[in-house]
């Protein structure tokens, strides 16, 4: 059975070429527009990866990050934050929500497949 992980940005595009990555790698993969959006998606399903984006309407990704882990199927999935962001109050904000690790855009698809080599078993 295929891994799955779950694709979480406002843009259209960038949500695109992380699941094509991911796709290549032999994800099946699940998108969510914004934190809600992916909330309402992934609810009972098991998802071996999370890669968000932290700045999103509605619900941004610290938040995401945060609700996900209330979840039992959560608790351990590794989950990526894919951001412009770099601050490192930012990147510690990310962590203390429970984020795996964190990516500055744009992103390298071979740097993203090696962080998720070292992060999904």
């Given amino acids: 059975m295929a ?3 779950l694709v979480v940005d406002d843009s259209t595009s960038m949500r695109q070429m992380v699941a094509f990555t ?9 998108e969510g ?3 809600k ?3 309402g998606k992934v609810n009972g ?3 071996n990866l999370v890669v968000t984006d932290l ?5 941004d990704g610290i938040t995401l990050i945060r609700e996900l882990r209330k979840l039992p199927n959560f608790k351990f999935t590794p989950i990526l934050m894919l951001t412009t962001e770099s601050q490192d ?10 984020a795996t690790g964190w990516l500055v855009k744009p992103f390298n698809p071979e740097q993203l497949l090696g962080v998720i080599a070292k992060v999904v078993h």
């Fill in 33 to 35: 527009s914004d934190g």
């Fill in 3 to 5: 891994k799955m992980a």
């Fill in 22 to 30: 991911l796709q290549s790698a032999g994800f099946e993969v699940i």
């Fill in 37 to 39: 959006d992916a909330l």
């Fill in 89 to 98: 109050s930012k990147k510690q904000e990310g962590k203390t929500a429970g």
């Fill in 55 to 59: 700045n999103m309407p509605v619900m």
């Fill in 45 to 47: 399903k098991a998802v």
